[in-house]
């Protein structure tokens, strides 16, 4: 069985992080702490823990920033070495070959936490705060915890059983790998709080900014729906999946401020978008977006970055709310509670989200898969995933 | 000795390579043996005396009017008009036209007591003037007299409570146009006619009016309807600046107009061989072209621009009229078709022009792609009598970088336009959906009333100048122009002429005729 597995080496972490910004996003991973290892499937850490053999697992933006040598220091604590990544993953149960889809965040639940923290007690399981304590090792999520592998192995991973979703039959795993990172959309495109009416801007339209947009739709009313947006495949796919202006990126605070019919002045428009989704994460995106919103607005930063450089007096000053959104958990949506994964599994299926996987390598074909991920966007490709059902890989 | 008369070129073999303008540069291309080249006539003589003959305009106006002394008198309020900078082309050296007589208008007036004068810069919806602009224009004294005192002004369009509608025409056409040039005793238009579309009832009726009252004639059916706009008895769009003028007059506005025309000697010494036919380039001509061509191309593309923007034209006046709109125009027009009318007999299936740095909406600023596309196949295109130059179905190749680029300060709505509606719909008649969200955009029109911008619609206007055009072509090409700037207009780029006529191809056929208009200088093909 093999695994790609991920090390604690500082001097390959540094070296990554040197040809990540030679190379470019993906590069990283040729001289980075990733290597293609024989293993044994990890040990089942209790009774209500099951065996998953992946199918298909995702390659996210946040693995991307950990190969390359650019997650932040903050995740120290609460990750574990040598960890196998993958949390975006579809797989069958061991024994049951029951194909479920993982909802990987190690809640209290998982952990053995008793009793359980505030968020998980109101199962909000993203905001767990126990994340590096309990019975298992520290680890925000699978595919970042020694002790229950990740998506990115022959050899299995472990799940608590509250974990799983058994995935319809009618979802392929193309779609059913689409599931996780659709979660997260839905999770921060409930989070911003939309009203009917509003005016909303979506920063990227990579698989994050897509699948916002494609939740937006589904389960928000916002009057005008624009979306900044680099390469040719993913305007096309913004406008398929419901934004009403698509803009290259540069433009976007321009057509925000054109559909808002705003004036202009230091820099930020006088009226601009109700809520602006950051789907980017980056210092210029942070900053665009508070160019494009509404005083008293409100920015959703689902994208992910770590130190940026920020001009923060329009946000203050205008008083504009800058929150994150992370993960999942629960929804309240139309006076009814259910879990984001549900909810994502119907956004999945109603807008084919399936569509967005472009690409499917081998395990030992990590290195062309990751350097694939990294410029997909340019080489258009939006979802690039490992097909662990098979040695060959195709690309569509 | 006479100046020669524009005429026709068929190339041969021994036809040395024709000029084009290409932006801030040019291109020599060889053109198929068969081609024809139509030159303009030679820049007739100006006028020995033009003071003398501007007083003379003045004392003996044409139509029904009395001469201009007759008409001031002490307590009156006098307003004098004038056009923008969006003339001449280029701008020319000083003393400008707009200066000699305006100066010659202000001596009488003061001669007669007049106290209460304001100039008005008649911008329609173009972008304010600059101090230096005006000055340009004006002349020192002229600006140092009025400005400071808050007598030099610029027509604003968007301030209600300068306007003032004077009614509709029997069309239904709302007449709103400058309140103190509408209210004043006297209304004097100061024009440069540098193309037979200029001047006449367009002066005051677009130059002084609002968006409510441009917007009945500056549309995309007014354009297709204009077969040319520069045949003002065949034009649409004149049509309806008559009728509105003739409202004006009816509305007891009283106005006196001044039209002067110009020869078409358009660049200085340096540049000559722009303007002289290839086969009879000296070796001097031989040698600017040769300079300038390599100090271009070694050139940045900001320093070309502002090297060609610098250019002073050597334009002289030809003619100078004064009295009644019509009369005048009609002279005026008489005068405009003496200088650049060329006879050509049937069309042809290509149309090739070389598009130069300037049209009459980007001096001092960049020629973005809108403005391309409406040089070519607004202006160019027109430029005609009777019947377009190139048939119906045929091909216009344009020489021109096109680059993908905008001055933020002049042109705001320009970017917004090229970026959300060029990017859905090139149709001059679907475009005008977006029109009056442009037209209203709070920021467009904050930018057009304090800062230097062209108002929100005037993108559109570009646009629907190249509506006849549009319909009336069967593919437009662009030589060595930015590819994606190129097709965002909906035209089709070729790197070179060769492959620009190899592409014509497909739409024409094999063997196809082919016209080419060789500017500089302007000219108006009569074609038959």
């Excluded at chain 1, 939309?194 to 939740?215: E, F, K, Q, R, S």
């Excluded at chain 1, 599994?345 to 694939?372: K, N, Q, T």
């Excluded at chain 2, 707009?98 to 100039?119: C, F, K, P, S, T």
């Excluded at chain 2, 206007?461 to 097709?487: K, P, Q």
Aim: net charge negative; charged share 20%; aromatic share 6%.
């Amino acid at each position: 069985m093999r695994a790609l597995v991920y090390e604690r080496n500082a001097a390959r972490f540094a070296a990554s992080r040197v040809a990540s910004a030679v190379g470019g996003p993906g590069r990283g991973v040729a001289v980075g702490p990733l290597r293609l290892l024989d293993v044994e499937g990890p040990e089942l850490p209790g009774p209500d823990w099951c065996r998953v053999r992946p199918l298909l697992a995702g390659i996210c933006g946040s693995d991307l920033a950990t190969l390359d040598g650019r997650s932040s220091r903050y995740f120290e604590d609460i990750v574990s070495f040598p960890f196998v990544p993958g949390h975006e993953v579809v797989g069958e149960v061991e024994g049951t070959g029951t194909r479920v889809v993982v909802e990987p965040v190690l809640g209290c639940v998982a952990r053995g936490v008793d009793p359980p923290c505030n968020a998980c007690a109101a199962q909000r399981t993203g905001g767990c705060e126990r994340v590096a304590f309990g019975h298992l090792a520290p680890g925000l999520q699978i595919g970042y915890c020694a002790d229950t592998g990740g998506g990115w192995s022959s050899a299995g991973l472990v799940a608590h059983r509250t974990q799983l979703y058994e995935v319809p039959a009618d979802l392929d795993d193309d779609a059913a790998v689409m599931v996780e990172p659709t979660a997260c959309a839905v999770h921060a495109v409930i989070d911003a709080e939309i009203d009917p009416g509003d005016t909303v801007a979506v920063l990227g339209a990579g698989t994050l900014g897509l699948a916002v947009v494609a939740a937006m739709r589904q389960l928000c009313a916002p009057r005008t729906l624009l979306v900044g947006a680099k390469h040719p495949h993913q305007r096309r796919l913004a406008e398929e999946l419901g934004a009403d202006v698509v803009a290259a990126p540069d433009q976007l605070v321009r057509a925000v401020r054109r559909q808002s019919r705003s004036l202009r002045a230091s820099g930020t428009l006088t009226g601009g978008a109700d809520g602006v989704v950051d789907c980017v994460g980056s210092s210029e995106s942070l900053a665009q977006a508070l160019a494009m919103v509404r005083p008293r607005g409100r920015i959703t930063l689902v994208g992910m970055p770590g130190r940026v450089s920020l001009d923060l007096a329009s946000l203050w000053h205008r008083e504009v709310a800058l929150t994150g959104a992370y993960a999942y958990g629960t929804e309240d949506v139309g006076g009814t509670r259910r879990r984001t994964f549900a909810l994502a599994m119907d956004v999945v299926a109603s807008a084919r989200l399936g569509r967005l996987v472009s690409a499917r390598y081998p395990l030992d074909r990590f290195e062309e898969a990751i350097a694939h991920a990294g410029a997909a966007g340019r080489r258009g490709a939006t979802k690039v995933v490992f097909d662990v059902r098979t040695r060959k890989g195709t690309a569509s | 000795m006479s100046p020669r008369p524009g005429f026709v070129l068929e190339v041969d073999r021994s036809t040395p390579p024709t000029l084009f303008w290409h932006g801030e540069g040019y291109r020599l291309e060889q053109l198929p043996v068969g081609s024809r080249v139509l030159y303009a006539p030679e820049p007739h003589a100006p006028l020995p005396d033009p003071v003398g003959a501007i007083r003379h305009a003045l004392e003996h106006p044409l139509g029904d009017r009395d001469p201009l002394p007759a008409l001031l008198r002490p307590g009156m309020s006098l307003t004098i008009a004038f056009d923008d900078v969006s003339l001449p082309l280029p701008p020319m050296r000083r003393p400008d036209v707009r200066q000699l007589v305006i100066e010659q208008v202000l001596d009488m007036a003061a001669e007669a007591g007049v106290d209460d004068v304001v100039l008005i810069a008649a911008l329609a919806l173009h972008r304010r003037m600059t101090e230096a602009e005006l000055r340009h224009a004006l002349g020192d004294r002229v600006y140092d007299a009025f400005a400071p005192a808050g007598l030099l002004r610029q027509h604003d369009a968007e301030d209600p409570d300068a306007l003032v509608h004077l009614g509709l025409t029997d069309q239904g056409e709302d007449v709103e146009i400058s309140k103190r040039a509408a209210t004043s005793d006297l209304l004097v238009y100061v024009n440069i006619n540098l193309v037979a579309m200029d001047g006449g009832h367009k002066s005051v009726a677009t130059g002084l009016a609002s968006y409510k009252s441009l917007r009945h004639h500056h549309n995309a059916r007014t354009m297709a309807h204009s077969r040319s706009f520069m045949d003002q008895h065949r034009s649409e769009l004149h049509s309806s600046n008559r009728r509105m003028g003739r409202l004006i007059a009816a509305s007891g506005v009283n106005v006196f107009q001044i039209e002067t025309t110009l020869n078409t000697d358009t660049f200085p010494e340096q540049f000559r061989f722009l303007q002289r036919r290839e086969w009879e380039w000296s070796t001097r001509d031989r040698a600017g072209f040769l300079a300038t061509s390599r100090a271009l191309d070694a050139t940045p593309d900001r320093l070309a621009r502002s090297i060609f923007h610098s250019i002073k034209s050597p334009h002289k006046m030809t003619s100078v009229q004064a009295g009644e709109v019509e009369a005048v125009h009609a002279r005026t027009t008489e005068h405009v078709y003496t200088q650049q009318m060329v006879d050509i007999e049937g069309q042809s299936d290509i149309l090739t022009m070389g598009l130069p740095y300037i049209c009459p909406y980007n001096v001092n600023s960049i020629m973005n792609p809108i403005l391309v596309a409406c040089l070519g196949l607004g202006y160019f295109f027109n430029l005609y009598r009777g019947r377009p130059l190139v048939r119906e179905g045929g091909v216009v190749i344009m020489s021109h970088p096109t680059p993908w680029a905008f001055h933020p300060g002049h042109h705001p709505s320009y970017i917004d336009f090229f970026e959300q509606v060029l990017a859905e719909t090139t149709d001059p008649a679907e475009i005008g959906k977006y029109e009056e969200s442009f037209a209203t955009d709070p920021w467009y029109v904050h930018l057009y009333r304090t800062g230097h911008a062209y108002h929100g619609v005037h993108p559109f206007y570009m646009w629907y100048w190249c509506a006849h055009a549009l319909e009336h072509v069967g593919a437009v090409i662009v030589v060595g122009g930015d590819r994606a700037a190129v097709r965002r207009l909906g035209f089709k780029p070729a790197s070179s002429m060769s492959d620009a006529l190899e592409m014509a191809a497909d739409v024409v056929g094999r063997d196809p005729s082919l016209t080419h208009l060789h500017t500089p200088p302007l000219m108006l093909a009569n074609v038959t």
